[in-house]
Each structure stands twice: as structure tokens, then as C-alpha cells.
């Protein structure tokens, strides 16, 4: 089974909002020393990082989406989640959640990279 | 935000080749760099982080050094399985940028 398991709808129209999930399998989506990422890819394309969430509810967003983008983690359901709202045909792309390990010391965190991928969902903006 | 490039951005080589892949941040970065290979189809796999750690389980023929602003990632003994694209990406800044990628085909 999979650590990270994204899903989500493969078809969206113009103007809609999107909202994919991320299933962990294990119990580490609230643990302190994880952090959650959301990358895409479009079609052809090199990786873009979305955003990231900490300790349950510390975000960091890419400026260019920071109006669109929303990340949050729901521990009850083990899941990570990802919204964008006004999708248009450039957000079409494979959607990867990830993990990585953070430190959290009494001052600015630390962040290592990315260990932990999903397979990565199919996105199509299209009417 | 943190800018990251690389060089080459594609590269022919051959089995048993050296290969060395720059990637250069917009900023200083200390060593808060990592390296990743994507083949087709499949979701990035790291390869290094902090700049020069290996990560559990990659071969030895991969090594990375750098630090500041300048970081780089060689491939000894080019292997089959290498062939693939690479990103190098900067978790500096909260906002964790990747580089546009190195493609490492066939020559």
C-alpha cells in the first residue's frame, strides 16, 4: 500500500474550484517533526511547488496562487488537502502530494527535502 | 522568491560516462538544497538533501556538494537506470522553488 494517495476529480471546468485529497496510510499527518507539500506538473513540464503545511496548520503558499490556494490537514481522517479555486486550462497538470522532514527549534524551522511521494493525480481543466 | 537555474538543461552521455549537473540559486541558500530524478510517468524520487547527504538507499555513484549559491550533483559510472530528468530544489525560503530540470538521455 501506498504512504500518500492522492485523489480527486480528473475533469474540471473553467471557473470551478478544485479540491484534491491526500491519504496517508499511517498516523504521521499530525506528527511535528513532518511536513505536507503539494507540487504539480504540467503536461511536459518541469515541477512547481504549491504550498506546504507544519504542525497542522503553519501554510506557506507560492505567491502567484496565493489568492487560489488553500492547504489544511484534517488528522481525523489521516488526509492532506489541497483546494484551488478559478482553475483555468493552465492549472491542468499531475497534481503530487509529499512529504518531507522538518525541525522546529525554538526559532526559524528547518526543512529537508521531499522523501515521501503520492503517485500523483491527473488534472484537465477543460469545458 | 528564491530563483534556481540549472546546466545544463539537457545532456547526451553514455553508459560508464561522468556526469555533472550545476544548479545555481538566486540567493544564498546555505545548504538547504535537494536533489531529486524523475523518470516518465513516475513522481520525483530524492537523491540528496542538505546539500551533500545521500539519501538512504541511492547508489553511491550519486554525490552532491555546494553551499550558498552554488550546488552541484555528479553521476559516476552513468548507469542505464540514470537516464532521467533532474531537479534540484531550495527549502530556504518557505517557498520550497525547484530548478526547470536537467534531462540526462542517451547519446
Known amino acids: 500500500q501506498e504512504l500518500l494517495q492522492e485523489s480527486g476529480p480528473r475533469l474540471v471546468k473553467p471557473s470551478e474550484t478544485l479540491s484534491l485529497a491526500c491519504t496517508v496510510s499511517?498516523?504521521?499527518?499530525?506528527?511535528?517533526?513532518?511536513?505536507w507539500s503539494w507540487i504539480r506538473q504540467p503536461p511536459g513540464m518541469g515541477l512547481e511547488f504549491l504550498g506546504s503545511i507544519y504542525s497542522s496548520r503553519v501554510t506557506n503558499y507560492t505567491p502567484s496562487l496565493k489568492s487560489r490556494i488553500t492547504i489544511s490537514v484534517a488528522t481525523s481522517g489521516s488526509q492532506v488537502s489541497l483546494r484551488l479555486t478559478s482553475m483555468t486550462a493552465a492549472d491542468t497538470a499531475v497534481y503530487y502530494c509529499?512529504?518531507?522532514?522538518?525541525?522546529?527549534?525554538?526559532?526559524?524551522?528547518?526543512?529537508?527535502?521531499?522523501?515521501?511521494w503520492g503517485q500523483g493525480t491527473t488534472v484537465i481543466v477543460s469545458s | 522568491a528564491i530563483q534556481l537555474t540549472q546546466s545544463p538543461s539537457s545532456l547526451s552521455a553514455s553508459v560508464g560516462d561522468r556526469v555533472t549537473i550545476t544548479c545555481r540559486a538566486s540567493?544564498?541558500?546555505?545548504?538547504?538544497l535537494a536533489w531529486y530524478q524523475q523518470k516518465p510517468g513516475k513522481a520525483p524520487k530524492v537523491l540528496t538533501y542538505?546539500?551533500?547527504i545521500l539519501q538512504s538507499g541511492v547508489p553511491a555513484r550519486f554525490s552532491a556538494t555546494g553551499s550558498g549559491t552554488t550546488f552541484t550533483l555528479t553521476i559516476t559510472n552513468l548507469q542505464p537506470e540514470d537516464f532521467a530528468t533532474y531537479y534540484c530544489?531550495?527549502?530556504?525560503?518557505?517557498?520550497?522553488?525547484f530548478g526547470p530540470g536537467t534531462k540526462v538521455d542517451i547519446k
Open positions: 542538505e546539500a551533500s
Open positions: 530544489q531550495q527549502l530556504h525560503s518557505h517557498v520550497f522553488t
Open positions: 499511517d498516523d504521521s499527518v499530525s506528527a511535528a517533526n513532518y511536513y
Open positions: 509529499a512529504r518531507g522532514n522538518v525541525v522546529t527549534p525554538p526559532t526559524n524551522p528547518h526543512f529537508f527535502g521531499q522523501d515521501v
Open positions: 540567493e544564498g541558500i546555505s545548504r538547504s
